[in-house]
Every structure is written in C-alpha cells, then in structure tokens.
C-alpha cells in the first residue's frame, strides 16, 4: 500500500570501511597490553589470539543472522526471535547500559592524557568538555560522526601500521645496528615465566581490549548496503585482530623485556623508546588520546542507537524515536549523555564507591551479550536450517558451541579470580535488575484493572477513532460496523506518528524509521478511510502527534466526538497498554464514553517493500 521509504544514508563507503578498521583499536591494546604483558611474560601473545578466536567467532555468527535475517544494530532481535522476550528486552538494555558507563569512563580516561600536557586541569571539567565534544559531534549529523570516526580511526591504524613496520625492521635485523633478535622471548625466565595458568587469567583482560568490533555492524545500518557491510565487517576482522593485536604483541614482547618497569605503564612507549626512537612518550600519548576519543565517539553513537532501536520496538519511551532535519536521534543521544555526564560526576565525587559500583556493574554485560549472540545463532540455526544463508558459521554447530562454552568458560574464570569476581556478581546484578523490569511489566499489564468510563449512547452521530498499528484491522473495522451508528454520523479516524516495526528499525538508520514510520502511518490511514467510505460512511482522517494521548487530545479538540474508539495490539504486544492509553482517556474525558478494541496486527509486509 505505501511506497518504501526513501533511504537518506549518512555515512560514505570510505568511513564506514575505516570505522570497521578501527573498531578493534581501543585504548586498551595501547595500555592495558602492558597489564598483559607483565602478568603473562612474552607468551602474551597468546591470549590475545585466543580472545581473537573468540570474538571472530562472534562475529562470524552475527554475520550468519544479519544477513540471513537483516537485523543489523539490533542484537536483541536475534535473542528475541530465538529465546523470547525477556532475552531481546535484557540484551537491549544491558548493551546500551554498557557503552553509557564507557562513554564516562573513556571521557575520563582522555582527561587524564590532557593532564599530561595540561597539568593544571581539573580532571572532571577536561572529562565534561570531551564529553560535551563528543555529543555535539554525534548532533550534529551522522556524516561528522563519520567523519570524526574516520580520522580518529586512521591516525590510530597508522600508529599501529608505522609500529608493525618500524618493530618488524628492528626485530628481524634491517634496523641500523641492530641484528636479529629474539631472545627477549626465553632470557628472562622463559617463555612463561609466571606459568601457563597465567594464560588463562590474562584472557579476562583481553577479551574486554577487544570489544567493539561489532560497532562496524551498528554503523553499517546507516550505509548503502547494510548487508554485504556486515558480511565484509565480520569477515575482515580476521585480518585484523591478528595483525594489530597478535602481531603487535608479539613485535613489544620481543623488542622490550617482559619485566622491564616501563612496559607496564606504557608497553608502546617503553618499545619506541628502545628503538631510540625520539619524543616517544608524546607520540603515543597523542594517538592514545586520538584512541580515547574515538570510543568516546563511537560509544556515544552506539548507545544512543541502542537506546533509539528499542525505542523503535516499543521498548523503550517513544520520545526516544524522534529524529531531527539532519537524521540523528538527539533525544536518544542526550540521554546517553546525561548518563556519561552522571559517571563522571560519580569520579569525581565517589571515585572509589558509586563510579567502581558503576563499573564493575557492567563489566562482564559484553561477555553476556556475546554469549547470547551465540545461543541465538544455534538456536535459530536448528530452527529454520541452513540452505536459505548466504553466510555461514563455519563447522557449525562445533564451533558456535565452543565458542559459547569458552565465553562461559572466561565468565567462570571472572567468578575464581578475586579482582573480577565482583565485576561479574555485579553484572549479574545489573542483569537480574533489567528482567526483573521486565517481569513486573508484564505482570503489571496483565493485573492492572480498567477505568469505567461514561456508558456508551445508542445512535451516536461524531465517532473518533484512534488507532495505529491496528488502524486497519478485521477487528476495528467490524466494530465500527457493530456500533450502530446514526446513518448521518460522521467519522474521523487519527493515526499518530508512533513508531511501530516497519522494519526499517532494523536495517536502516534513524532518518529511514522516521519516514517508515510516518509512511506507514500514511498507508493506514488512507486504507481506513477509503474502506469505511466504500461502505458509504462519512470519514475523514489525519496523521497525530507521535505521542497517542496527545493526538487524541488534538482530535477532541477539533472533531468535539460523542464516541471514542481505541483499537490496540492485544497487552502482551501494547506499548498503548504499557502506558494506560485506554485508561487515562477514560480518565481524561468522563462524559465521553471510550470503546476499547482489541486487534490482530497488520502485517509489516503491507507497508514496506
């Protein structure tokens, strides 16, 4: 019935492929391998190819259910579709939760690099003002944030690039001076010197080091073609992990002693300065900063899509959907914000209390978002089989199941180990909070008892109907029928602008909901109208405000009915229901009485090519 909505993309093949580049280059292969060096000695490279293993499996599997079923954005859809509501609700919520407290965190991270060459700053106004960067970056339309992420990006795989070539020379022998070396690997107690078992304890630090990967799928939903952008995003991070992470963790712990004091403070530093290379510290300092403030950048546009997809599933308030003339979802940005805005606060006022609380509290959510990922790709791998995908995970099921018993495996590992245990009780925590809202929300729909409002007359003569998903359905259009109209009555029939699963949620960026959303609404509306008319009925009909209580508002105000008629999706399904829509206009308009009808959904296939 309505023509597909027109795709205004915002970000170019050139910065998406850089932002896929760069998503697995945070601040913590630049500071934390250190961390990972000196507790694991030079087998450290070793982990960071297991974590690799695993997140490439993640990918894979992503990439088998994105394109298989175009979700892409949206881990809760898969958990949804495969396990059921509780999973795609939790999931959500868990991952955007995630990146607002790394938003803050990084916020403050990229402060106290400032502090480096500005000593004098207080830490919480530096933290304020890249924070409040970042947010106007990401206001200002989703090209900048491209745009910011492609350099940000860029500097930082040319920091790595110049490091792998200039550490290759140096180890190899092609360096002045310098022959090959490699004793650095077994001269100071050996090629495990704290034992294997380290191994095993560094992967809790690494596997967090790696976290991003999947953003390039987020961003994708805002290119040409999302599909074939997920589908190359999880197959080049193959690539990527062994070359930035297995190969420059290898390159630091054969250049430099695994025991050498600077190499855990700052493992790049410690590598350049060997090398005597000159103003190493400054140098690495500044890409750090240019790391920093790329997961700013990105964490800030994640979450705010996070926050703007559930929204669009009716998850989340319907504010949070609106976009502006430039196509980015502002009120989902600030509210992203404001939590960042919040953590910092929380440091700089309780940096051992509420903010470690804030921390620890989403720190294995990632681990439990990945593991979903894989439950999800198994599970709907049995359900629907295999000869529909154009992307397959490789020796399935073998390695989906590995992959979730070693994530399970590394959440084990956080419970022994006394310095993550509390990251995962806490996480677990957040996690039991959010299915906890979700429980109580279906239990609070299914007891919550309805408003008597005014009792219905024979024969009224002005019928208002309000409706949205349901404005065309079997159910409200036998209604109208039903209720014995007077043959002079007049109709009016309002569909507000509400998002509702068009689809476009799913594959599209915010500008494409917004104009599904309201297209849809369109299709509805003119199919209602012209069937009541076919049946000789005088209607007229108009789009209303996205929020339905508002849109009803206007439609009393202007049409003065004798006769409200609700039609919504049965309560498991309605977001009205979640909001007492029926409820409080009964509530808001006694001496109007208010038919409630429940309906079947339309089928998205109708209003969407």
Not at 9 to 21: F, H, N, P, V, W
Request: net charge neutral; proline share 5%; with cysteine.
């Amino acid at each position: 019935m309505g023509a597909a909505p027109a795709l205004k993309k915002g970000l170019s093949e050139r910065q998406l492929r850089m932002i896929a580049i760069g998503g697995v280059i945070g601040a913590g292969l630049f500071v934390g391998s250190g961390v990972v060096i000196h507790a694991t000695g030079p087998a450290a490279f070793i982990p960071y190819a297991l974590c690799g293993f695993l997140v490439i499996m993640v990918m894979r599997m992503l990439a088998e259910m994105a394109v298989a079923h175009p979700s892409t954005g949206s881990f809760a859809d898969y958990a949804r579709n495969a396990l059921g509501g509780w999973a795609g609700f939790s999931v959500g919520w868990l991952y955007w939760y995630f990146w607002v407290i790394i938003v803050g965190f990084e916020a403050i991270a990229g402060a106290k690099i400032v502090q480096y060459w500005i000593p004098g700053i207080p830490l919480w106004l530096c933290s304020l003002v890249l924070l409040v960067a970042m947010t106007v970056t990401n206001l200002f339309s989703v090209s900048s944030f491209g745009e910011f992420e492609f350099w940000f990006a860029g500097i930082k795989v040319t920091a790595i690039i110049l490091f792998l070539g200039i550490g290759a020379a140096y180890v190899f022998g092609l360096w002045p001076g310098k022959s090959m070396d490699f004793s650095n690997l077994a001269s100071h107690g050996g090629f495990f010197p704290n034992g294997a078992w380290a191994i095993t304890a560094a992967i809790v630090t690494v596997i967090f080091s790696m976290t991003g990967a999947e953003v390039a799928t987020i961003a994708a939903a805002e290119s040409k073609d999302p599909e074939r952008a997920v589908a190359k995003a999880a197959n080049s991070v193959i690539a990527r992990i062994a070359l930035f992470y297995v190969g420059s963790i290898f390159l630091l712990v054969t250049i430099v002693p695994w025991n050498d004091d600077t190499v855990a403070a700052s493992p790049f530093v410690a590598a350049f300065t060997e090398m005597g290379l000159p103003y190493a510290d400054h140098i690495m300092n500044a890409v750090v900063l240019t790391a920093v403030l790329s997961c700013l950048n990105s964490g800030m546009y994640t979450a705010s899509r996070m926050l703007f997809v559930l929204a669009a599933r009716r998850e989340a308030p319907q504010q949070l959907v609106k976009v502006t003339r430039r196509g980015v979802p502002a009120i989902a940005i600030l509210a992203s914000s404001i939590v960042g805005f919040l953590c910092v606060i929380a440091a700089a006022v309780s940096p051992d209390t509420v903010f470690s609380f804030l921390l620890n509290s989403s720190g294995a959510v990632i681990l439990f978002v990945y593991c979903l990922i894989g439950i999800s790709q198994v599970t709907l791998r049995y359900r629907s089989g295999s000869e529909h995908l154009r992307v397959k995970m490789w020796m399935f099921p073998v390695l989906s199941i590995f992959t979730v018993v070693a994530i399970m495996a590394i959440l084990a590992q956080m419970g022994i180990e006394k310095d993550s245990r509390s990251q995962l009780v806490l996480s677990l925590l957040s996690w039991a909070v959010v299915i906890v809202l979700y429980l109580a929300n279906k239990w609070f729909i299914a007891r919550r008892p309805e408003v008597e409002g005014a009792v219905a007359k024979p024969n009224p003569r002005r019928v208002l109907v309000l409706a949205n998903e349901t404005a065309d359905s079997t159910e409200l259009l036998a209604e109208l029928h039903a209720i014995g109209a007077d043959q002079a009555a007049s109709y009016f029939v309002v569909v507000p602008d509400s998002p509702i699963e068009t689809g476009a949620a799913a594959t599209h960026g915010p500008v494409d909901v917004w104009d599904a959303t309201q297209q849809a609404a369109q299709s509805r509306l003119d199919h209602t109208v012209a069937t009541l008319r076919s049946n000789n009925l005088d209607v007229e009909g108009a789009r209303g405000d996205f929020r339905p209580l508002r849109a009803l508002a206007n439609a009393v105000d202007t049409f003065r009915p004798d006769l409200i008629v609700i039609a919504t999706l049965p309560p498991e399904m309605s977001v009205w229901h979640r909001f007492d829509v029926v409820d409080r206009a009964r509530h808001d308009y006694p001496q109007i009485p208010v038919t409630h009808v429940v309906a079947t959904p339309v089928a998205v296939e109708e209003f969407v090519q």
